[in-house]
């Protein structure tokens, strides 16, 4: 038997020179990356911080493939979750019917997604919601069900957009039991937060100000 050797891994997402301007009327365009470059290595769990309209939402679909940069250049090793900043779900679908479709979007087999189900709700506290309708659910019900179908798969890079904005405290608690669970595992975990509350949780913070991304 042969072994191959795998590479070790230096990062799982690394991007570099990502430029975004936004139209502002009929001339004028409004450039809101200039620049940005951010790294994510195996483990790590990085904050990313700036004020409001700074430009984090932006920069953070960029990375997962959800909007166009206008210059630059996004590399991703692995599988990635992400959970934007608007919960996006479908109202009529109950929140086992959320994790069923994404589980086969993701091709999960039937028992590793139930598995994988049964996990993030005990982790979350939200079981007693399974059968509920999504357009029936609490913001803060929502926000779970957001993040729970962002970790389904287990990503190797995790993307999470001010995840923690509607939690009460017990959740917030349980987000981070769960960050740090990850972190273990050797995955990683990119946090959008307007403010940092517990800088101590983050391996390092990255702020965005005036379209670059600087260490904090
Ligand atoms: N689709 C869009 N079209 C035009 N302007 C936008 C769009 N999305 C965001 N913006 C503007 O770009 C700036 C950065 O927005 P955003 O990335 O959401 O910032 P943050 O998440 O840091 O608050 C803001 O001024 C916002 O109004
Ligand atoms: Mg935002």
């Given at each position: 038997?042969?072994?191959?050797?795998?590479?070790?891994?230096?990062?799982?997402?690394?991007?570099?020179?990502?430029?975004?301007?936004?139209?502002?009327?009929?001339?004028?365009?409004?450039?809101?990356?200039r620049?940005?470059?951010?790294?994510?290595?195996?483990?790590?769990?990085?904050?990313?911080?700036?004020?409001?309209?700074?430009?984090?939402?932006?920069?953070?679909?960029?990375?997962?493939?959800?909007l166009?940069?206008?210059?630059?250049?996004?590399?991703?090793?692995?599988?990635?979750?992400?959970?934007?900043?608007?919960?996006?779900?479908?109202?009529?679908?109950?929140?086992?019917?959320?994790?069923?479709?994404?589980?086969?979007?993701?091709?999960?087999?039937?028992?590793?997604?139930?598995?994988?189900?049964?996990?993030?709700?005990?982790?979350?506290?939200?079981?007693?919601?399974?059968?509920?309708?999504?357009?029936?659910?609490s913001?803060?019900?929502?926000?779970?069900?957001?993040?729970?179908?962002?970790?389904?798969?287990?990503?190797?890079?995790?993307?999470?957009?001010?995840?923690?904005?509607?939690?009460?405290?017990?959740?917030?608690?349980?987000?981070?039991?769960?960050?740090?669970?990850?972190?273990?595992?050797?995955?990683?975990?990119?946090?959008?937060?307007?403010?940092?509350?517990?800088?101590?949780?983050?391996?390092?913070?990255?702020?965005?100000?005036?379209g670059?991304?600087?260490?904090?």
């Amino acid at each position: 038997m042969t072994t191959v050797e795998r590479p070790v891994r230096t990062f799982v997402l690394d991007a570099a020179g990502i430029e975004k301007s936004y139209r502002r009327g009929l001339r004028h365009r409004q450039n809101i990356l200039r620049g940005a470059d951010i790294t994510l290595r195996p483990g790590e769990v990085v904050g990313l911080v700036g004020e409001n309209g700074s430009g984090k939402s932006t920069f953070m679909k960029i990375l997962v493939g959800a909007l166009r940069a206008d210059a630059g250049t996004v590399v991703v090793d692995g599988k990635l979750g992400y959970c934007p900043q608007e919960p996006v779900f479908y109202e009529r679908l109950t929140c086992d019917e959320h994790f069923e479709l994404f589980g086969r979007a993701y091709r999960m087999s039937p028992a590793a997604e139930r598995r994988a189900r049964r996990e993030l709700y005990a982790a979350l506290g939200f079981e007693r919601y399974a059968s509920t309708r999504a357009d029936r659910l609490s913001g803060g019900t929502l926000a779970k069900l957001n993040l729970g179908l962002a970790l389904l798969a287990d990503p190797e890079v995790l993307l999470l957009d001010e995840p923690y904005a509607g939690f009460d405290w017990d959740t917030y608690v349980k987000f981070w039991q769960l960050v740090a669970q990850r972190r273990e595992q050797g995955r990683s975990v990119l946090i959008i937060s307007h403010f940092v509350a517990d800088e101590e949780r983050f391996d390092r913070i990255v702020q965005l100000r005036d379209g670059r991304a600087e260490p904090r």
